[in-house]
């Protein structure tokens, strides 16, 4: 009932006000190093299939055969990538990039939120970069 209601009133304000479907964010996009919210079982996947939100492009098969792999790109790389995207990296403590990590597994990788940076984060990071 809550995501009906969710959906309706969202589609609303995105009507009324013209939003594009990009900039459909959650509190933990937006100040990763104090929120959680609204956490990893909030349906983003669901919401990006209405238009509300977006998702990235792998399908669930090519994202359980990256993940956990190793990548050889260094941590700077992913973070480059993921301010283009849209994040706010402004720190370089380990702890602070890791709350940073784990906010974006969070919303495009629920099932795993380590702060790890592997193969599947970097895929879907790119997906994301190249449909925006």
Known sequence: ?????LTKI???LIKKYKINIKNILGHSDIAPLRKKDPGEKFPWKLLARKKIGI??????????ELRNQEINIKDNIFFKKLKKFGYIVNTSKR????KIINSFQRRFR???????????????????????
């Open 1 to 5: 009932k809550q995501i009906k209601c």
């Open 10 to 12: 969202s589609k609303n």
């Open 55 to 64: 998702w990235h492009k792998l399908n669930f098969k090519k994202c359980n």
């Open 95 to 98: 702890n602070e990039l890791k």
């Open 110 to 132: 629920p099932e795993l939120i380590d702060g790890k940076i592997d193969k599947e984060c970097f895929e879907i990071l790119k997906s994301l970069i190249s449909s925006k």
